[in-house]
């Protein structure tokens, strides 16, 4: 008896030592908590290693800004521009719409204070539920707002690890990781730009959105090596008492100038925001382009080239102006 019960107890603690994480739909709930906070920082961050029973230690991570989101229930807000949407996440920056079922988590619209609406007339899938090791999916998406523009792009994701993870918010076990690499192209001047962004997302059972993240952003021109323009650290905490919620900050870290150095032409990049305006000064102060956008296209994927052959050797300054507030870039042309 005494062997059979000892048996049994060693079955139970290799099952519990050994399980992998399952995030089915009624897991990833949207509505228990209705309002969180994340630090951020434009920093590089190895994502560490892929496979089973991963420990994680991202606990000595130091960021510093933070931002608040909100989730609301459709309808509500702009959810009659996105008759999918059954949620909104609003940023501060843009509302994203989202639309959960049993089997999918996607992306279906945007919209921004300035009017603006993009639509995904083919979604974009973040998590496809039951959502397990292993897993793997390719989704292409397609966006278009109401000045049309429009953008595709190709998802590939993978739930390529699990294991525990640790943030300076605390210690969590049961984390599935997913690697989400997402690739769009456009057009710009004669020019195409490939925009190459590498995420990883922790997700665990209960919670909505992901404890952690961390992205690359890369730029490809004319099929020449990727260069890694930004990255971006997130994790999921609750804000601390003094600390300052820094909005420019985020701002700053959505728009990349590349290359720079430059010679004859450069390009502004941005995403997730609208672009009203873009100025190019010298170091006197003196105007050399100026270009207002009076679309305010919505930049879900905003490339703006920018001709420098014709000017003088130094440093300019480009003054970014967005409806979230204002960005300026140093450019130094050689």
């Known amino acids: 008896m005494k062997k059979s019960l000892f048996l049994s107890a060693f079955v139970a603690f290799s099952y519990a030592s050994f399980a992998q994480p399952v995030i089915n739909s009624t897991d990833?709930?949207?509505?228990?908590?209705?309002?969180?906070?994340?630090?951020?920082?434009?920093?590089?961050?190895?994502?560490?290693?892929?496979?089973?029973?991963?420990?994680?230690?991202?606990?000595?991570?130091?960021?510093?800004?933070?931002?608040?989101?909100?989730i609301n229930t459709c309808p509500g807000g702009d959810c009659a521009s996105f008759p999918n949407a059954t949620h909104y996440l609003g940023t501060g920056f843009t509302d994203v719409f989202y639309n959960k079922t049993s089997s999918v988590f996607e992306e279906v619209g945007e919209s921004s204070s300035s009017s603006s609406i993009a639509t995904f007339n083919d979604p974009y899938t973040f998590l496809q539920f039951p959502v397990i090791f292993g897993q793997t999916y390719n989704d292409n998406y397609f966006i278009s707002n109401n000045t049309g523009t429009t953008k595709d792009g190709t998802l590939h994701s993978t739930i390529d690890a699990y294991g525990t993870l640790k943030t300076p918010a605390g210690t969590y076990s049961n984390v599935l990781r997913q690697k989400l690499v997402d690739i769009y192209e456009v057009d710009a001047d004669g020019t195409n730009i490939k925009t190459i962004m590498t995420q990883y997302y922790w997700y665990k059972a209960g919670f909505p959105f992901s404890l952690m993240s961390t992205i690359d952003f890369a730029l490809q021109l004319n099929n020449e090596t990727p260069t890694l323009l930004n990255s971006v650290t997130t994790y999921n905490t609750t804000a601390g008492s003094g600390t300052k919620i820094e909005t420019n900050n985020l701002l700053n870290s959505l728009f990349s100038l590349y290359p720079n150095p430059t010679t004859a032409q450069t390009f502004v990049s941005a995403i997730k925001c609208t672009v009203n305006q873009i100025t190019m000064t010298d170091i006197l102060g003196k105007v050399v382009m100026n270009q207002e956008f009076t679309d305010k296209a919505n930049a879900h994927q905003f490339v703006f080239p920018i001709n420098t052959s014709q000017l003088t050797k130094g440093v300019y300054l480009i003054n970014i102006s967005t409806k979230e507030g204002t960005v300026t870039k140093k450019l130094t042309v050689k």
């Not at 509505?31 to 991963?54: E, I, L, M, Q, R």
């Open 28 to 70: 990833y709930d949207l509505s228990g908590t209705p309002s969180f906070s994340y630090k951020y920082g434009t920093v590089t961050t190895d994502p560490g290693p892929a496979g089973a029973n991963v420990n994680w230690d991202f606990s000595s991570l130091n960021l510093t800004t933070v931002y608040n989101v909100t």
